[in-house]
């Protein structure tokens, strides 16, 4: 053998040698192996934290994901069916779930879904658009319904901690946090009707929120979430929630009677389109009933036929009153029964008249 060719491959074992004792294979990145790390040990939850799960693990059960079908026209003149979708919650153990209105209008089909079950058909059993409030009544009710806890909506403040559970975007049973951002707002609603003694709150509230309880750090029901106020329709930070004071009212009348009571004193108003263009301020009357409260305290409505405006609304237990929805709002806050100074103004004179407040469905 060639001296100098056994030298050379004595080097090369050598130096192949050495390469695997500085770098073995599994960590020259030919056959890495790794493993899982270990998981580091926590404490138990905040204080806060732990507050917010019970929370949600209580309330969670009585959220309902609701669903429904409306028959539309179609493009070209045939019926089409269209899916629709929002939020709910269990009023009571005798399976009456409570939403918007605007969820279920012209429904031909709805659908609640409870926990993980099935599906289950529901029936409208009543409804109120002025308060955008409906019931449904399922038609095969589960044992152990849990209702939400009804708190009270008179005595929030504004910085309270509020929580929203919904269906955003069909994403069920969805928690948000926020806070009690500002009280006594007025949302529109049917009928030249709003809404009074609203809440709004920064919890984000989007799309499919819509029916679903707002509710308190403890848990209980404070408002009905309803609407919110976006360019995109997405959550902006502000949406509105129909307080609880006004559910609790509302709902029972619902479910005993299928609708609920219509503050009024007997007046039909004119258009408030027509009175905003001839540049008059106030609640002009188009009618007045007979046998009224109305009636009974003399007013006197527009004569189409001599251009006399008659009497005009222009204010509540001294409250000014520009518009009609805001007159409507008045006679709801005193409620039915309740005994009202309305200010009425006939060419340039006022004078103070009392009527009672009278249910108009009654």
Not at 273 to 281: E, L, P, Y
Not at 284 to 308: E, F, I, K, M
């Amino acid at each position: 053998m060639n001296p100098s060719l056994g030298r050379r491959k004595a080097l090369e074992r050598g130096l192949l040698l050495a390469l695997t004792l500085a770098c073995p294979l599994t960590a020259c990145g030919r056959e890495e192996v790794s493993a899982p790390r270990p998981v580091a040990t926590r404490g138990a939850l905040l204080a806060d934290e732990q507050a917010v799960v019970n929370l949600f693990e209580q309330s969670a059960p009585s959220v309902a994901y609701i669903t429904t079908e409306t028959v539309q026209r179609g493009s070209f003149g045939g019926a089409e069916v269209s899916q629709g979708a929002g939020s709910g919650f269990v009023w009571d153990s005798a399976g009456h779930i409570v939403t918007n209105f605007h969820v279920v209008k012209d429904a031909r089909k709805v659908f609640v879904r409870l926990d993980a079950g099935k599906p289950i058909e529901a029936e409208p059993i009543g409804g109120a658009a002025e308060y955008d409030l409906a019931v449904l009544r399922l038609k095969v009710v589960p044992k152990n319904l849990r209702p939400v806890p009804v708190g009270t909506s008179r005595d929030l403040r504004i910085g309270q901690t509020v929580y929203a559970i919904g269906n955003p975007f069909g994403l069920q049973r969805t928690l948000t946090k926020g806070l009690v951002s500002a009280l006594d707002r007025e949302l529109p609603t049917a009928n030249f009707r709003e809404v009074a003694g609203v809440i709004q709150t920064d919890a984000a509230i989007n799309p499919g929120n819509s029916g679903g309880p707002l509710l308190d750090s403890a848990g209980r029901l404070i408002g009905v979430n309803s609407a919110i106020r976006s360019a995109s329709g997405s959550s902006s930070g502000i949406g509105f929630a129909i307080p609880v004071d006004l559910v609790n009212r509302v709902v029972p009348s619902l479910i005993n009677r299928g609708h609920a009571p219509l503050p009024g004193i007997g007046v039909t108003p004119i258009s408030p389109d027509q009175v905003a263009r001839a540049g008059i301020t106030g609640v002009v009357l188009g009618a007045v009933g007979r046998g009224t409260p109305a009636a009974s305290a003399g007013l006197v409505p527009y004569n189409p036929q001599t251009g006399d405006l008659g009497d005009v609304i222009v204010g509540v237990n001294g409250k000014p009153v520009q518009t009609l929805s805001t007159f409507v709002g008045e006679l709801e806050r005193a409620g039915i029964d309740a005994t009202v100074e309305l200010t009425v103004r006939r060419g340039d004179r006022e004078r103070a008249v009392r009527v009672k407040v009278i249910d108009l469905r009654a």
